[in-house]
């Protein structure tokens, strides 16, 4: 079964979002059938019940986390000599389907990288080999976007993975997916990319949920980016950056530069009193 | 104002949660008044409309964040010197004021940290020195709870301070509140600890909100930890841990080894096959 999240952008019920099941018709059309919330044991029902024509609705994001964790050094065979490592990305980095990765102007380093998104079902702690991908709902893209220049000089990775529009998720989730041997291709309008293999990961699946759960809990809704295995592609504004795996989908995301120019926090020295001295 | 959150424990609402306004009685006692929730927009009304006693209530953490952030190396003047950084922890490691700190029997070096805690009101990107205040809702108190060990092998420090429990902030929220020049005191039972002001911080409150929000966005529920000006102190099974700020009240928490030891991904080697080989 795919799973997305839609608003809808036409009809009586305008403006709605809602968990909906992907069903496909006679030819290649396809359509939204609502559902509840699946990662909610107190959900409301469906806002919306009818179902809803493709072109009737926009894909957001399809869950929405309260942890997103990734994976570092999970690259290649030779990491598996480094011990696991986990780093945070902010829940608010994720963006969904279509929507645009935005870059700083001073961001010329920043990569996408191609990773399987692990959609967390229930509340895990302390999973085994043999339960672990029992608590997985199921798998969707990621696009885990990586400001290079600021991972050498943040060795907390925050600001290189946790600005705002650096986790494209999408474009829905697969729950019926075996995790440990699907392609995985990052392209853009330039390049074709070069398809790569879960198994070239250092660790799989099971091995990174079983490490996480026993640090943390995962809770139903989290998700985790598996690794990248294979190579990354810089972004440029203008691109079209995207992650294809085989079995779910297109993650498609265009990326483009901020609008805004930020004030920096180096241009003036606050006084603990609360006053400004420009310097 | 001083804003709960509680958990009803008596009374025909048995078993709600709700944000409340602390209301102090003519002596010492103390009843809570529920509110909606503070930090949506979508809020419905609160589920209990009458006062409630505090005795038929228990404190909650006072908010539920989807972001905590902490500010790496924001302990003395010195530490000016650095480049802010932030890292992250898991808004799962959040517990409120009463609830244990848990701690794995082989976690012999895990620190208490006292912090004030920065809660945030607004949709909060680019803020300047001049508007930073203004996105904060209020301040309580939080034990950023580390283990050292962990930050040492784990440089995402993951492990050090995502752990469940890790995080207790508590018992309310104060919105009307100078963060300048705070006293803040971090004690247990045999130590009654040395009180340090915010004073003593690398970066204030104002700068590091400026900071964060030049790389990323807050909202309305979020929580930035401000640094410890203080020292910490090492958590042992038995100890109780409090975390006092003036002009807002005492955190504590007890702190007790897990009882469940954990099954260690270490112990075995999983194929990419998914086929498990215990070594």
Redesign the interface.
């Known amino acids: 079964m795919m799973v997305a999240r839609i608003r809808l952008t036409d009809g009586p019920d305008l403006g709605n979002t809602t968990y909906a099941q992907v069903v496909h018709g006679p030819d290649q059309s396809f359509s939204y059938l609502p559902i509840d919330d699946p990662f909610r044991r107190d959900a409301v029902s469906a806002p919306v019940t009818r179902p809803v024509p493709a072109a009737h609705a926009e894909l957001q994001a399809p869950c929405e986390p ?2 997103v ?1 990734g994976m ?1 050094h999970n690259t290649g065979p030779d990491d598996r000599l480094l ?6 990305k ?4 994720v963006i969904g389907p279509g929507r645009s990765i935005e870059l700083e102007p001073e961001q010329t380093q920043v990569d996408g990288e191609a990773e399987l998104a692990v959609v967390i079902g229930t509340r895990a ?2 999973l ?3 339960t672990a ?1 029992a608590a997985v709902y199921g798998y969707t893209c990621a696009n885990d976007v990586t400001d290079r220049a600021a991972q050498v ?7 290189a993975k ?3 529009t650096f986790t494209p998720l999408g474009p829905w989730i697969r729950t019926d997916l075996d995790p ?2 699907l392609t995985v291709l990052l392209s853009d309008q330039r390049d074709r990319g070069t398809p790569a293999h ?2 070239d990961l250092a660790r ?1 699946v ?2 990174v949920l ?2 996480l759960t ?6 139903p809704g989290d998700v985790v980016l598996a690794g990248a295995p294979g190579r990354s592609l810089r972004l440029r504004p203008g691109d079209t950056s995207q992650v294809s795996i085989a079995g779910i989908g297109d993650l498609v995301n265009p990326v483009r530069q901020t609008e ?1 120019t ?4 180096e241009l ?1 020295n ?1 006084t ?3 006053k ?1 001295a420009h310097r």
């Open positions: 309260r942890v964790l570092a011990a696991p490592q986990a780093f945070h902010s829940p608010h980095s702690r302390r085994t080999p043999e991908l000089s943040d060795s907390r990775w925050t600001e946790s600005r705002d440990t041997d879960m198994t799989n099971t091995e079983v490490y026993s640090v943390l809990t995962l809770y805004t930020p004030p920096t926090a003036v606050i603990h009193s609360g400004v």
